[in-house]
């Protein structure tokens, strides 16, 4: 994995904005160095989706600043929870669930657009949440489409990091093929799209 500063240059983020960034990410590599790992990882691999889904609107910059600072809200959750492999209860949800709002508010005064995708990015799984969205405010509105489709493509960054290097009861021991049934079975709809990206490198299912 490149260097942070060199995943920002790279994704074409002017240099104005790598300090703040890097501050946010101080705080969460400090909390929990493996979720700084992870936020890595998928603000690489959303940003490389995004050369290849030809989605209007998308580009490589707007997703590495989401896959950056997705789970930034994570900075509120207990290390212990973070640390947890086996299947969450009603209660480890009640407590992880609110990390994407706390992200949303850190953010939305000043990197708005960004705070709207990623508060839209744990919408489209089997446990949708949160259950009511901060509304667009009126200049985004115009870009609703775009807004979602950048969340899509994150959570299906995010999928792919978390099936492919963390060890908990749903991932563990997977073999390549596995994990690729797994990420299909996960997505309907968007099989062309995994498909393009396999072809180009992007998405290998290494196995765990």
Do not use: C
């Not at 990091?161 to 709809?189: C, I, K, M, V």
């Amino acid at each position: 994995m490149k260097p942070l500063d060199k995943l920002l240059s790279d994704a074409g983020i002017d240099e104005k904005h790598h300090d703040a960034i890097e501050k946010y990410l101080e705080v969460l590599k400090f909390r929990h160095e493996p979720t700084f790992h992870h936020v890595l990882r998928v603000g690489w691999l959303a940003s490389r989706m995004a050369q290849y889904a030809d989605l209007p609107g998308v580009t490589p910059k707007m997703m590495m600043w989401a896959g950056l600072l997705h789970d930034i809200g994570k900075a509120e959750v207990p290390v212990e929870l973070l640390d947890k492999t086996a299947k969450f209860d009603e209660a480890d949800y009640a407590v992880m669930e609110p990390h994407v709002m706390a992200g949303f508010l850190l953010l939305t005064k000043v990197h708005q657009y960004t705070a709207h995708v990623i508060v839209r990015h744990h919408r489209f799984g089997k446990r949708p949440y949160p259950e009511v969205l901060p509304p667009l405010p009126d200049h985004l509105e115009s870009q609703q489409d775009t807004v979602e489709a950048a969340a899509r493509l994150l959570a299906l960054a995010d999928f792919y990091d978390a099936l492919t290097t963390r060890h908990n009861e749903r991932s563990r021991g997977f073999t390549r093929a596995e994990q690729r049934e797994l990420y299909y079975r996960e997505h309907p709809g968007f099989e062309a799209l995994i498909e393009r990206l396999e072809h180009a490198g992007v998405l290998t299912f290494e196995s765990t």
